[in-house]
Each structure stands twice: as C-alpha cells, then as structure tokens.
C-alpha cells in the first residue's frame, strides 16, 4: 500500500522541541521532493518546508526558519522534521507530503 505516516509529535513546552518524521512504504521517496505542511485549528493549511529528492537543496516558509530543519534518509525510505525553539504559534497537525499523496498527521502542540 502507497502510505505515508508521520510520527514524534506530542506537548512539548515554549521553547522546547521535537522530531517528526514520516515513514513511507509502497514507493520510493528518492525519486521525490518531499514537503511538510502544518494546519492548526480554524486555520487553513500551511506549507512549511521541502527538500529536494538528493536533500541537498530546502526551503522554509519565514515563519520557522532558522528553528525547524527538513532532512530525509533515503536509505530507509524517511522524511524528518526537527522542530527547535518552539512557540505556542506552532501548534498544529503536521502533514508530510509527496505530489498526490499526504499522510494523516502528527499533533504537535506547544504550550505551558
């Protein structure tokens, strides 16, 4: 089955982090740009980073650049999301992506 699935969110305080990572299974992400998007409650959906398929080359929206970092393991077929200096604006359902495909998310949530 073509699945995508994330995983590592949770609560986590202001400040504080975490890494997500999605996991595919059916088809290689090699041959893919990969991308995360957030969405929070009455939100619409956020594009939050990509990475090309050689992972050499990412791209972040202004609002967490410069604290999340986008990475992917070929070899094992993986997407990663770390998540650094967190606010409480980051809260959200974090969506991995290929083109036509995106997984069912991960909560994170950031608060006090």
């Known amino acids: 089955e073509v699945q995508l699935v994330e995983s590592g969110g949770g609560l986590v305080q202001p400040g504080g982090r975490l890494r997500l990572s999605c996991a595919a299974s059916?088809?290689?992400?090699?041959?893919?740009?990969m991308s995360w998007f957030r969405q929070a409650p009455g939100r619409r959906l956020e594009w939050v980073s990509i990475?090309?398929?050689?992972?050499?080359?990412?791209y972040y929206a202004d609002s967490v650049k410069g604290r999340f970092t986008i990475s992917r393991d070929n070899a094992k077929n993986t997407l990663y999301l770390q998540l650094n200096s967190l606010k409480t604006e980051d809260t959200a359902m974090y969506y991995c992506?290929?083109?036509?495909?995106r997984g069912q998310g991960t909560q994170v949530t950031v608060s006090s």
């Open positions: 992506e290929k083109p036509g495909l």
């Open positions: 059916g088809f290689a992400i090699s041959s893919y740009a």
């Open positions: 990475i090309n398929s050689g992972g050499d080359n990412t």
